[in-house]
């Protein structure tokens, strides 16, 4: 892992102007994400877990300027990117490159697999008419598919397959950096390992650099190198994924892990995990203070009232809780 | 009869009686190249107060084996053959009226998705309403004041002022504890659950899993869980059947299905689990290709073109579901497992 980050997040805020009521009539502002910090490091694979809502996928939207910040800075190449408009974005555009969810509706249905993968590399002008098909063949090759699926259509393929191309269009503008939007939360288990050592592979191939975003923490444990946990649109705690997995500070944290099963009978029916009470509040009107601290176990009344400090609580561990900074010597 | 209280103080016992047996059952589909099997003549059974876990990817029919037994199958999907005998009584032969008080009254469902499985306009307490008044003959009054108890039973807070709202007005976590109320309004003597967490996040999901584990005991039902999350029932269930392609691949008691899974699409499932041990980047195992579509089914094993152990006769004939272990309670339909057995 280089010293200096690839991508340096600071104070990224993004909220977004709603109109509610059945007319439209009450304006009000949905807080997705605010003041986050945080770098990405070249070659590394960092992971943004949390529950729905919690502004994980905002996170990769706005970082990628897809969203437009609110405030805030996205340092990349010594630019701040989200400052910039479409024109001057485009450059990066092919640096910076994302996978979603969801590999049915992001396919255009009457283009070919080839198409589909050619389309960058053409608007990229990244190879000639004549080299085309040989590039394709070669992503395809990468990707773990036969070249003669270029001439199919989406809709012929599987869904794991389908994932694969959406994997090989990314890379087909030989990309730096690659969100990893839930990826692979729609695939089957079987297929899901394919494509989790399929990214693993790539990443070696290539020295890719993935902000992986997910909700599954068995998942997210096999693949990260660092991993950032979210609550209700900041980051509660970042830290290596041993140090987050094996120490965990915060309490959102704990209890996060605390409800992930584990393929063992015997321990799940004995453990006790620690159930948080409630629902998650909703983001028009998040709670004042600490997000949590609604249902926080060990919420202290200072909790409701100053927003914790994102601070180092070891080396290279970061946390937001006051109940973490209070026991911390000096 | 109706009953505020939990029915069952003690946990249930397992009494080795059979209260749901599917046997021989076969669905299929129309297509445009006429018939295609989904379901190849599918057993299985839940003993009384036993929780069987059903697990498989998607497409492997374990959603449309339940939804088939309630007679609740979309159009151009059928049952072809086979019987499905629920307290002795076969669901297919029964007549429309019979059924309906078997649905919601003495088996109680709950699906995965409750945005599309409650009514939008219809108020929380109505609904729960609704299974009560049918079912149980109950007043209007009567069956609201029931709703309250219910929505209490699943953990909702404020109940009873929650009666008067629309699902809209509730979070997903909470839509599906009221999902879960409906599924239990008539006591039912087995709950089928449908992959009823897969939609909420892991912290949401261990509530309701231990809430269904804690109502269960209680009340002393028994419950078919559908998953594809081998994890998330461990704790859970007493046996599990590992469905793959309309076909029951493995029968095993939990434990043993953990400690020693036997086929190897069960085998690739657990190891393509990561796992806390794992070192970064140690490559998952996975299984390679992609289950059968219905019309292409092999005309052997339907694993064995994707089972890294496949002979010769694995692709020409289908392995029956056989006992593994003393009195079969672990069994397996693979022929190289039933053969390394009879080796050892």
């Known amino acids: 892992m280089a010293a200096q980050p690839l991508m340096r997040i600071e104070h990224l805020v993004k909220h977004f102007h709603v109109r509610l009521g059945a007319f439209g009539e009450r304006a009000a502002t949905v807080h997705a994400l605010d003041d986050v910090n945080f770098d990405i490091f070249e070659g590394e694979t960092l992971s943004l877990v949390g529950e729905s809502g919690c502004g994980k996928s905002t996170t990769g939207f706005t970082l990628l300027n897809l969203h437009r910040a609110t405030e805030g800075k996205v340092i990349y190449q010594g630019k701040n990117i989200v400052e910039l408009d479409e024109k001057a974005m485009r450059p990066y555009r092919r640096q910076l490159q994302i996978v979603f969810q969801d590999p049915y509706s992001t396919l255009n249905p009457r283009m070919t697999i080839g198409e589909a993968v050619g389309e960058p590399i053409l608007f990229h002008k990244l190879a000639t008419k004549a080299e085309l098909k040989d590039r394709i063949a070669t992503l395809l090759a990468d990707v773990g598919l036969p070249p003669r699926f270029a001439s199919r259509y989406p809709h012929e393929l599987s869904g794991g397959q389908r994932q694969r191309v959406a994997i090989a269009r990314a890379l087909a503008c030989q990309p730096k950096f690659i969100v990893c939007d839930e990826a692979i939360s729609a695939l089957d288990v079987s297929v899901q390992a394919q494509i989790i050592n399929l990214l693993l592979d790539l990443q070696q191939k290539y020295g890719l650099t993935y902000l992986f975003i997910a909700h599954d923490l068995a998942v997210v444990r096999h693949i990260s190198d660092r991993v950032g946990v979210m609550y209700l649109g900041r980051l509660a705690e970042l830290a290596t994924r041993e140090e987050l997995f094996e120490h965990p500070l915060h309490p959102y944290t704990k209890a996060l892990l605390s409800a992930v099963p584990e393929a063992d009978p015997a321990h799940e029916r004995s453990r006790k995990r620690q159930i948080l009470q409630g629902d998650v509040p909703s983001p028009l009107s998040p709670p004042a203070g600490c997000r949590f601290h609604t249902r926080c176990p060990i919420a202290m009344k200072v909790c409701g009232k100053v927003v914790p400090e994102w601070r180092e609580a070891r080396p290279g561990h970061m946390v937001a809780c006051h109940a973490v900074t209070e026991g911390l010597p000096g | ?344």
């Not at chain 2, 076969?90 to 009254?105: A, C, H, I, P, Y």
């Not at chain 2, 231990?210 to 998953?227: E, P």
């Open chain 2, 1 to 344: 009869m109706m009953m505020a209280k939990p029915i069952r103080p003690e946990p249930p016992a397992k009494t080795g009686e059979r209260l749901l047996d599917v046997k021989g059952l076969t669905i299929e589909i129309e297509t445009r190249n006429g018939p295609a099997t989904i379901v190849d003549g599918i057993d299985l059974h839940v003993d009384k107060g036993e929780t069987l876990g059903i697990v498989g990817e998607s497409g492997c029919g374990k959603s449309l084996t339940m939804l088939s037994m309630m007679r609740l199958l979309p159009n151009k999907i059928k049952v072809t053959k086979g019987e499905a005998n629920f307290a002795g009584r076969d669901l297919q032969k029964m007549s429309n009226s019979e059924l309906r008080k078997v649905r919601g009254g003495e088996v109680g469902f709950i699906f995965q998705d409750p945005m599309t499985s409650l009514n939008p306009v219809m108020r929380i307490g109505q609904q729960l309403a609704e299974p009560l008044i049918y079912h149980r003959g109950m007043s209007k009054a009567e069956a609201r004041k029931r709703a309250g108890e219910l929505l209490r039973l699943v953990g909702i807070p404020g109940a009873e002022d929650r009666l008067d709202a629309y699902p809209h007005e509730l979070s997903g976590g909470m839509r599906q504890r009221v999902m879960i109320a409906i599924g239990l309004a008539c006591n039912p003597q087995l709950l089928i659950a449908d992959e009823p967490t897969t939609a909420l996040d892991v912290t949401i999901q261990a509530q309701i899993v231990d809430l269904v584990k804690d109502l269960r005991d209680k009340l002393g039902m028994s419950v078919v869980w559908i998953t594809h999350d081998l994890a998330l029932i461990a704790g859970l269930v007493d046996r599990i059947n590992v469905l793959y392609a309309g076909t029951v691949v493995e029968d095993a008691p939990v434990d043993a299905l953990f400690a020693n899974p036997s086929h190897p699409y069960t085998q690739g499932l657990l190891a393509s689990i990561p796992k806390l041990s794992d070192e970064r980047s140690t490559r998952l195992s996975s299984i390679g290709g992609t289950p059968p579509e219905p019309g292409r089914r092999p005309k052997g094993c339907p694993f064995a073109p994707r089972c890294p152990l496949a002979e010769t006769i694995c692709h020409e004939r289908v392995p029956a579901l056989e006992g593994l272990s003393h009195g079969g309670a672990h069994r397996v339909a693979c022929f190289v497992a039933q053969r390394k057995l009879e080796a050892a």
